[in-house]
Antibody, heavy 126, light 107 residues
Framework: EMQLVESGGGLVQPGGSLRLSCVAS????????MTWVRQAPGKGLEWVAE????????IYEPSVRDRFVVSRDNAKNSIYLEMKYLGADDTATYYC???????????????????WGQGTTVSVSS | IDLTQSPSSLSASIGDSVTITCRTS??????LQWYHQRVGEPPRLLIF???NLQTGVSSRFSGRGSGADFSLTINDVQPQDVGTYYC??????????FGQGTRLDLK
């Protein structure tokens, strides 16, 4: 069974830092792009960051680009999200998600988020 | 790229057919996905590339569209279909963007 398990969430003061972790199992982890998606309480989904299979290609949502860093350790089947200068707007459940390429009938690949963790909750408050 | 879903919420009776639309601010070809999220659970992929059913998803779900106009239809609505539906574009990244969500409940 494919599984993603996040950890590291918690209560942090404004301006503080936090490191989220996600461990994958049940699939060849080092073959896939991985992403972080967050969801503020009662709100919709927001893509945060993506990292390529080799760990060298990372991209970010503009509001977090200068504060968050995504990384991975393929030997540990894990990805991480290092978050700094946290503010109230960062309060959310953070999901670790596999970003998979699907072959469509036209012969092209289209990417979608097909395996989701249960999420870890980050609360930024004094 | 902005995604606008309509309606924001809808109510259906068991057995009804419902359609949710997603309009994008730019042409995205068919780089459009649909997800379903039940309360307290992570989202689940339903449709990729506008009209392709994800493995294991009921054939009661279907997607169509291309360019900037897309729709998700649920036939024979069942109790387990309750929740929020999101469209997502992956044509232009960063950032990948989602619609604001459409909440479905039962009458």
């Amino acid at each position: 069974e494919m599984q993603l398990v996040e950890s590291g969430g918690g209560l942090v003061q404004p301006g503080g830092s936090l490191r989220l972790s996600c461990v994958a199992s049940g699939f060849n982890f080092d073959s896939y792009h991985m992403t972080w998606v967050r969801q503020a309480p009662g709100k919709g989904l927001e893509w945060v960051a993506e990292i390529g299979p080799n760990g060298r290609d990372d991209i970010y949502e503009p509001s977090v680009r200068d504060r968050f860093v995504v990384s991975r350790d393929n030997a540990k089947n894990s990805i991480y999200l290092e978050m700094k200068y946290l503010g109230a707007d960062d309060t959310a459940t953070y999901y670790c998600v596999r970003y998979n390429g699907f072959l469509e009938s036209s012969g092209s690949y289209y990417y979608a988020m097909d395996v989701w963790g249960q999420g870890t909750t980050v609360s930024v408050s004094s | 790229i902005d995604l606008t879903q309509s309606p924001s919420s809808l109510s259906a009776s068991i057995g009804d057919s419902v359609t949710i639309t997603c309009r994008t601010s730019h042409d995205i070809n068919i780089y459009l996905q649909w997800y379903h999220q039940r309360v307290g659970e992570p989202p689940r992929l339903l449709i990729f590339a506008a009209s392709n059913l994800q493995t294991g998803v009921s054939s009661r779900f279907s997607g169509r569209g291309s360019g900037a106009d897309f729709s998700l239809t649920i036939n024979d609505v069942q109790p387990q279909d309750v929740g929020t539906y999101y469209c997502q574009q992956t044509q232009s990244s960063p950032p990948i963007t989602f619609g604001q969500g459409t909440r479905l409940d039962l009458k």
